[in-house]
């Protein structure tokens, strides 16, 4: 069966940090892109950041020098380091591949506020 689980979600003050985790089953990490996405209120889900299964990363330019993806393909996991936390980054968290989908797992909330 195929299942994204999202961790590590929570409340943080402005300048914050959190790590997010994405554990995945099936194969759906073998040779793919990953991604993290987030969805806020009343806003389309977006790409945050992607990395393939080489190590390349590209993120979206609102989260530069900010936010880090990395990958553990033994453990079909991948992370989102998230430093310098502002209130716009409020939003649903998601994992799931770049290309070809699956389906949605529940995500994790994350929200900044003071």
């Known amino acids: 069966q195929v299942q994204l689980v999202e961790s590590g979600g929570g409340l943080v003050q402005p300048g914050g940090s959190l790590r997010l985790s994405c554990a995945a089953s099936?194969?759906?990490?073998?040779?793919?892109?990953m991604g993290w996405y987030r969805q806020a209120p009343g806003k389309q889900r977006e790409l945050v950041a992607s990395?393939?299964?080489?190590?390349?990363?590209n993120y979206a330019d609102f989260v530069k020098g900010r936010f880090t993806i990395s990958r553990d393909n033994a453990k079909n996991t991948v992370y989102l380091q998230m430093n310098s936390l502002k209130p716009e980054d409020t939003a649903v968290y998601y994992c799931?591949?770049?290309?070809?989908?699956?389906?949605w797992g529940q995500g994790t909330q994350v929200t900044v506020s003071s």
């Open positions: 990395i393939t299964s080489s190590g390349k990363i």
């Open positions: 099936g194969s759906i990490f073998s040779d793919n892109a």
């Open positions: 799931n591949r770049v290309n070809y989908r699956v389906p």
